[in-house]
């Protein structure tokens, strides 16, 4: 086969998009390019058995099949999750939860903020004054929840 033949077998080229879709999930592992290379490997091989599909039913049935790819990939992940030996590992903010911080910006009225490192955090609890002591508590997205320490500790670490 020349590259001309490959240039107008339709197929050929869904195909070729699906390995080079395989390829780029495995270069840059994101689980989402592997869903979109089945969809095109099974448009390949649709097109292959029906060589005169039509570009645009081609492009339905890449949707179509990228759609149901997707749903079921997100069904198996819900039903097998990835087992990892460090359930925090991307979320910051609970990995700190329990972590002695000054804080940085008076808490009053319930806000203020808490320097963790050489980075300040908003953060909500009880009023407190610059440079005391607070413990963290939770987090609702990147505040912190805190509450005052009754003895005056260390950090537990710096950041």
Do not use: C
């Amino acid at each position: 086969m020349t590259i001309d033949d490959w240039l107008s077998n339709a197929g050929a080229l869904w195909l070729a998009a699906a390995v080079v879709l395989g390829l780029a999930e495995l270069a840059i592992p994101g689980v989402f390019l592997i869903f979109l290379a089945i969809a095109a490997a099974i448009t390949g091989a649709a097109v292959l058995v029906l060589p005169e599909l039509p570009l645009a039913a081609q492009l339905a049935s890449f949707a179509a099949w990228s759609a149901v790819a997707v749903l079921i990939g997100k069904r198996w992940y819900v039903d097998y999750p990835v087992e990892t030996t460090d359930p925090l590992l991307n979320d910051r903010a609970a990995r700190m939860i329990g972590e002695v911080v000054v804080v940085e910006q008076a808490i009053v009225r319930g806000a203020g903020r808490v320097r963790i490192g050489d980075g300040a955090w908003l953060a909500y609890g009880p009023d407190a004054e610059a440079d005391a002591h607070v413990r963290i508590i939770g987090h609702d997205g990147a505040a912190l929840r805190v509450e005052p320490v009754m003895s005056v500790e260390a950090p537990d670490r710096e950041r």
